[in-house]
T-cell receptor
Framework: EPEVTQTPSHQVTQMGQEVILRCVPI?????FYWYRQILGQKVEFLVS????????KSEIFDDQFSVERPDGSNFTLKIRSTKLEDSAMYFC??????????????FGPGTRLLVL | LAKTTQPISMDSYEGQEVNITCSHN???????ITWYQQFPSQGPRFIIQ???TKVTNEVASLFIPADRKSSTLSLPRVSLSDTAVYYC????????FGAGTRLTVKP
């Protein structure tokens, strides 16, 4: 069964550093998403992406965040200057069609980011 | 997006049937109801989706009454490995997860 993959599985960084989290969505999917989950808390939507554009973003997704699909397979989340509160598990997801009628999102295993 | 309300936690024993109910009073006409499962340190995983009446797959059943203001996820004969958080989501567009229901299955 095809699956979403994410790298790295864990990343430790110093506050103020830039990090790039990478995702390879399922190959025939066109809609891509990033979520984060702070330890012990709920899954929070960050951003959705389609046709090389951001479709929607949450209030969490401020100017420190950016997303990119640099080639035909990767989908990246960049945090420009990490803060302690960015420490979380970051999940990438993809879907063939927009979330809605008869559609589901497939999630990757996540990247655990720790900002020191 | 319709707001959903679920119990924060539930306990069960192996072999029992577990029913988790989600309230979504403001569900819109076009909204589907989707349930996800999340194990610790893993991404959410799709379980089942429905619009009305009953849907069944190899993992679970989903019961939706005629007014669609609630839905019940039914897990038959749970095992220890079903211990997870279960999320009910309603609507289209980007998914906004609630706190979910933490199910603990005991031996």
């Amino acid at each position: 069964e095809p699956e979403v993959t994410q790298t790295p599985s864990h990343q430790v960084t110093q506050m103020g550093q830039e990090v790039i989290l990478r995702c390879v969505p399922i190959s025939n999917h066109l809609y891509f998403y990033w979520y984060r989950q702070i330890l012990g808390q709920k899954v929070e939507f960050l951003v959705s992406f389609y046709n090389n554009e951001i479709s929607e973003k949450s209030e969490i997704f401020d100017d420190q965040f950016s997303v990119e699909r640099p080639d035909g397979s990767n989908f990246t989340l960049k945090i420009r200057s990490t803060k302690l509160e960015d420490s979380a598990m970051y999940f990438c997801a993809s879907s063939e069609r927009p979330q809605g009628i008869g559609e589901t999102q497939y999630f990757g295993p996540g990247t655990r980011l720790l900002v020191l | 997006l319709a707001k959903t309300t679920q119990p924060i936690s539930m306990d069960s024993y192996e072999g029992q049937e577990v029913n988790i109910t989600c309230s979504h009073n403001n569900i819109a006409t076009n909204d589907y109801i989707t349930w996800y499962q999340q194990f610790p340190s893993q991404g959410p995983r799709f379980i089942i989706q429905g619009y009305k009446t009953k849907v069944t797959n190899e993992v679970a059943s989903l019961f939706i009454p005629a007014d669609r203001k609630s839905s019940t996820l039914s897990l038959p004969r749970v095992s220890l490995s079903d211990t997870a958080v279960y999320y009910c989501l309603v609507g289209e567009g980007d998914m906004r997860f609630g706190a979910g229901t933490r199910l603990t299955v005991k031996p």
